[in-house]
Every structure is written in C-alpha cells, then in structure tokens.
C-alpha cells in the first residue's frame, strides 16, 4: 500500500541571525486533520519556524515538503498558493478600513465593469463570519474592535482561502479565558475539514484541550514530539524550561492599612455608574471582568491616555491631575498597557533604549545622558525579567514577541513608583517567564508599591490579587475579599459579576 505524504514535513529547517543560530536542524510532520501543538520559552524560535513555512524568511538548511512536494522557500504567495495560511502573532489589520474590507484586502470582488461590489463583499463577509459563530457587523471599522476580536476576524481571513496548512502562532493569547471557546470551535471545525495545523501558545489547558500531538523547541533545539496522550503538563512544561515550576500560590493577606491610592466617582462616559476605590500600600488590586466590561478604559483614565467624564485620583493625599499622562508619571503612576505596540515600543530602537524611554531625563544631566548609569540600571530591570537577548543594544523588533512585553515591565522598574499599573501583564509570555514576573510583582507590592492588576487569566487574577473588584459596563458590579478569593467558587462568584448573572439575596 502507497502511504500518503504527510500535508507539512519540516525536515532538518536550520536558521541563524546574524551568525546566531536560532533553530537547530528542527524536524517534525504534521498529517492532514491533525493538531500540533508547538511550545517553547519566549526566543526559542516557534515563530521563526513559522515565517519559514509561510514564505517569509527562507532558512539556512533544511527543506519544507507539502504533501511531499519542496516548497520554495522565501516565497509567501507560493506557499499561500500552496495552501498554507498563517494568522501570524503580530497581527497588522488596516485599522482605518472596515471587517469586510479587511478579508477581502487582495481579492477584492468587482462587478462586471470593474468597480468594487460592496453588497456582494459584505454578504460573503457575513457568511464567513457566521462560520464562526461571530455576530459582528462587517461594516464596522477594525479599529472599533477588541483585540480578541480583532484576533478573530483575522483568523476568519486566514482560513477562507481554502487553507489546507494552517499555521497559528498564539492565536489566544489576546482573547480571555472565557471567549477561548469560540476559537475551540473553529480549529476543531478545521481539524474536521482535514486542515493540518500547527498551533502555538503558551496555555497548557489548551494544549491539552486541542492538540493532538506536542513538539516543544528549547533554544532552538527539538526537545520533545509526543502524542498528547504521553505527554501531561509537567512533561511539557520540563523540556521547556529544563526545570520544575512551582505552582502559583495565592497572595498572602498581611497588606498595610494605609490607603495610598483612592480614586473616586470616576465616571468613563454618561453611561456608566461613577466608581470609587482605594488601594492600600502594597496591596495588589485585581480588576476582574469580561471583555468591554470597561477595565482598560478605567485604568487608562487612571493614568490619563484617555478622557474620562469626571474623576479624582489621589496619592498619598495629594490630588492628581487626571488625564496628563506626563503628571502621573510625575506623581509615581507607572503603566504597562494590554497592546505592546502602542505601549510606545519603538520597534527600530535598541533595549535599552526603550527600557529608559520615560525616564530618559534621571539619567541626563544638563542635556547629556549618563549612559554608565543608564545601562546599569537598566541591566539590572532587564534581569529581572529574565530578558531573553542578545545584548542591550539588540534592536526590539527583532526580539520574540513575549520578550518585548518583558521590556515594557522592565522600563517601569527603575525608578520610584507608587502605583504600578497592569494590564494583561502575561500575555504572550511563557510559563517560565511568567512565574518570574509574578515574583516581581510580589515582591514590588512587598516593598510598598500599590499594584492594580486588569487580567483576563482567572488563576492569575485570583492568586495574585489581594481583592478583586469585577467591573461590568464601566461600573463597579461586585468584590470578593482575599477569603471568598480562597474558596473555591471564586471563579464561579467573578463570571456571575461579571455577567449581571449574581443571584440576588432572598430574604425570607
Ligand atoms: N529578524 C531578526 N533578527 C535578529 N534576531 C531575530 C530576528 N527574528 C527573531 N530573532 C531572534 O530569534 C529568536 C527566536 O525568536 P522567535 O520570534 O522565533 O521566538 P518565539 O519562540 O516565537 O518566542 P515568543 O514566545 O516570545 O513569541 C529570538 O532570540 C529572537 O530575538
Ligand atoms: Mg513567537
């Protein structure tokens, strides 16, 4: 009998850059109608080995074979042609047009005498929308989406050009917890349609809940390919990161009584309720909730990117002027936003050039930069984080994705910060990393800094916070003390919150 070429052979793939070698001689086989999970530190080189299949990059050796034919490399409208697909990790929507703009951008549908049909393009953008189960308007403009939906959509355009290979590098990591489902939905509907995919990410749950086999990179280096069946979390997590994690445990409650922060009637637009809270020193607040609940909004208004109807924030009894980015951080107010592009990452500048970006003027005097004392401040924050580069002088757009978000923690731990803001401070980044930052998180709020922590990722929201606030429509839908966070309906209490779905109090 004549065995079937498997759809994806990667046989051999080697690349370095700029002398440094990244993939080492990596080979595996992915068949049609199968899930491979690909794990690995920030750095080990997953999404390299994906630009490679693509067409983006070619590699230094090593072949690609697609259902057994070489695929030339360097190409990517030869390997879309051949059938392979890729929602990559950075995603680049055109913002400015519309969702059924988007998935026809290059294909677009013209009427007979050449002009756009637009009918035509918004009822097939529809179409494939509902595929996926998404109820969204395919009018509306991409920059009036979340980033999970935003995700989505391009996951929608990825695979409606008939994709045979699909290739998905942290398709989750924007979407939380509790929309993952959908996405569930759609690789299984793929795996059913005989689409071969390799899917990236750095949840174990999902690895576990979708993939069908595991190939983990270390340094480059093919560390592990087993059927999910012979390979339970520590096994992954081990030839990962060489080491054996602990487990998150939850915050422990001694916090001081002495109120730091308080914000009141904070009201983000006529719409929603005014809030007010407190946060004492060292204490870590979670703010917990679902989607366009409001969460980025309120700590947006807090650091002042963004105009809220009316508010107050004071520290250390001293009013702030609310809505000047520039005074917040003059009054200790540190922020590290959800989306690392706009968190001001210049791509095409160095480390630490961007780690010492808002805090460049410390390390000046009269106009010139102390760098001695730049670099060695800066040395020591990106240690911290366990940065994963070549040097402080490595340019960030050619540092992993989870290691540039390291980068917009690390700038924010060099000088004096009363209140550390975090939003989705995790994402994209590995196990390994992530257990270090939560030790740097605890460790800032040991020594006295007021943390507010908005994270999708209910184990992280639970076990780092001290107390969490659950925000729905911008206002403030409930809170659960340190002790209900210990119970073990914690997450149950949060989503009803979160959903309006609380069950009221019968009094008999
Ligand atoms: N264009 C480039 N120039 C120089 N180095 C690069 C370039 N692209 C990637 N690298 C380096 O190659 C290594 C692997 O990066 P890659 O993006 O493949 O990692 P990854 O496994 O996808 O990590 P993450 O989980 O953070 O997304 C990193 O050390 C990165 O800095
Ligand atoms: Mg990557």
């Known amino acids: 009998m004549i065995k079937q070429a498997p759809a994806l052979q990667v046989n051999g793939i080697q690349k370095s850059f700029g002398g440094v070698p990244v993939l080492h001689s990596v080979s595996f086989d992915v068949p049609s109608g199968h899930v491979t999970a690909l794990a690995g530190e920030n750095g080990a080189g997953k999404s390299t080995l ?6 983006q990059i070619t590699a230094d050796a090593g072949v690609v074979t697609l259902f057994g034919q070489t695929l030339e490399q360097g190409n990517p409208i030869l390997s879309r042609r051949s ?3 890729i929602v990559p990790q950075e995603l ?11 998935l026809f951008v290059g294909r677009e549908i013209r009427n007979r005498i050449g002009l756009l049909n637009h009918s035509e393009m918004q009822k097939q953008a529809r179409q494939m929308l509902e595929i996926f189960g998404l109820d969204l308007n395919p009018k509306i403009k991409m920059n009036r989406l979340s980033v999970a939906a935003t995700q989505l959509v391009e996951i929608t355009k990825a695979t409606s050009w008939g994709a045979r ?15 993952v489902d959908q996405l569930y939905k759609v690789v299984r509907t793929l795996r059913k349609q005989n689409v071969a995919m390799i899917y990236t990410t750095h949840r174990m749950v999902e690895i576990q809940e979708l993939a069908d086999s595991v190939v983990v990179l270390r340094d480059g280096n093919l560390a592990l390919n087993v059927p999910i069946k012979e390979a339970d979390e520590s096994k992954i997590v081990h030839s990962m990161v060489g080491r054996d994690l602990e487990k998150l445990t939850s915050a422990k409650i001694n916090v001081s009584a002495k109120k730091r922060i308080e914000i009141s009637n904070l009201q983000l637009d006529k719409k929603s309720e005014p809030i007010s809270f407190d946060i004492a020193q060292g204490e870590i607040l979670g703010l917990g909730g679902l989607i366009g609940a409001g969460r980025t909004e309120i700590v947006e208004s807090i650091f002042g990117i963004r105009k809220a109807r009316s508010g107050i924030v004071i520290i250390d009894g001293i009013e702030v002027n609310i809505g000047s980015p520039s005074q917040s951080i003059k009054a200790g107010v540190a922020f590290v936003p ?16 961007n780690a010492s970006l808002p805090h460049i003027r410390e390390f000046s005097r009269s106009g010139w930069v102390n760098f001695g004392a730049r670099n ?3 040395n020591k924050a990106v240690k911290a984080v366990n940065l994963r580069s070549r040097g402080l002088s490595q340019l960030v757009g050619t540092l992993s994705g989870g290691n540039q978000q390291k980068i917009v923690l690390a700038r924010w731990l060099t000088q004096d910060v009363k209140l550390l803001i975090l939003d989705e401070p995790t994402r ?9 930052i939560y030790s740097i998180i605890r460790k800032l709020a040991s020594e006295g800094m007021s943390v507010l922590l908005v994270s999708s990722d209910m184990p992280e929201l639970i076990g780092m916070s001290h107390r969490v606030l659950v925000i729905r429509s911008g206002g403030i ?6 002790t209900e966070l210990n119970r073990d309906d914690a997450q149950i209490k949060i989503f009803e919150f979160a959903s309006g779905q609380e069950k009221e109090d019968i009094n008999v």
């Open 50 to 55: 994906m630009k490679i299949i693509s067409g």
């Open 83 to 85: 059938g392979v697909s």
């Open 92 to 102: 680049s929507p055109y913002p400015d047009l519309t969702i059924y703009e988007n």
């Open 165 to 179: 290979i699909l290739l998905l590098d942290e398709p989750t990591s924007a979407i939380p917890d509790r929309e």
């Open 338 to 353: 959800e989306d690392r592009k706009g968190a001001g990452l210049v791509l095409s500048r160095s480390v630490v050039d």
């Open 376 to 378: 060695n401040a800066i």
């Open 428 to 436: 994209g980044v590995d196990v390994g990393a992530r257990s270090e």
């Open 477 to 482: 839908a409930g809170e659960l003390n340190r």
